[in-house]
T-cell receptor, first 115, second 111 residues
């Protein structure tokens, strides 16, 4: 157990719908990262937050958005869902979000299936 | 843009043999290089990492080497065991805030 929690574990929805994925980082970690992993694919970096502020963006679609709240949990919102959005979404946290980056701790992931 | 290339994409070795996975990176300012192991349906987990001021690091059967001049780093697993079978990802840092992951290597250790 990495100490990072993600809910829900599984999500099945239809095209065109909107979903919210939630992540709670390890206690003390200020930085949260979101990744998308499609079947048999690598980890695609989506977005990073540090202490409530967006710090870096990757290949995140305009239909996707995220935020980090004062209690440091983060939510990833996916809207106008398409079949191709079906994937495993991981959240990771680390102590530092800048400078000497170090180990990221990954949550168990949310498996999203869009039908 | 920033990029981390990883080879090979699949690797099969006999139990007891060594396995080597190689990565190259493009961002010369990259200073931290972790390796993650991901078993089927599970989360990626850090197995070893190295910082740019170190050339080699070893932890039991696992070692990582870094060549900053050539901008490549490698994962070495010796005396492979069936439980080493998994997907391995390398990563490099990009800028101050983010990590770029390689595309992964599926390692199969044949008993």
């Amino acid at each position: 157990d990495s100490g990072v929690t993600q809910t829900p574990k599984h999500l099945i929805t239809a095209t065109g719908q909107r979903v919210t994925l939630r992540c709670s980082p390890r206690s003390g970690d200020l930085s949260v990262y979101w990744y998308q992993q499609s079947l048999d694919q690598g980890l695609q970096f989506l977005i990073q937050y540090y202490n409530g502020e967006e710090r870096a963006k990757g290949n995140i679609l305009e239909r996707f958005s995220a935020q980090q709240f004062p209690d440091l949990h983060s939510e990833l919102n996916l809207s106008s869902l398409e079949l191709g959005d079906s994937a495993l979404y991981f959240c990771a946290s680390s102590v530092r979000g800048a400078g000497a980056l170090g180990e990221q701790f990954f949550g168990p992931g949310t498996r999203l299936t869009v039908l | 843009g920033e990029n981390v290339e990883q080879h090979p994409s699949t690797l099969s070795v006999q139990e007891g043999d060594s396995a080597v996975i190689k990565c190259t990176y493009s961002d010369s300012a990259s200073n931290y290089f972790p390796w993650y192991k991901q078993e089927l349906g599970k989360r990626p987990q850090l197995i070893i990492d190295i910082r740019s001021n170190v050339g080699e690091k070893k932890d039991q059967r696992i070692a990582v080497t870094l060549n900053k001049t050539a901008k490549h780093f490698s994962l070495h697993i010796t005396e492979t065991q069936p439980e080493d079978s998994a997907v391995y990802f390398c990563a490099g840092t990009s800028g101050t805030y983010k990590y770029i992951f390689g595309t992964g290597t599926r390692l199969k250790v044949l008993a």
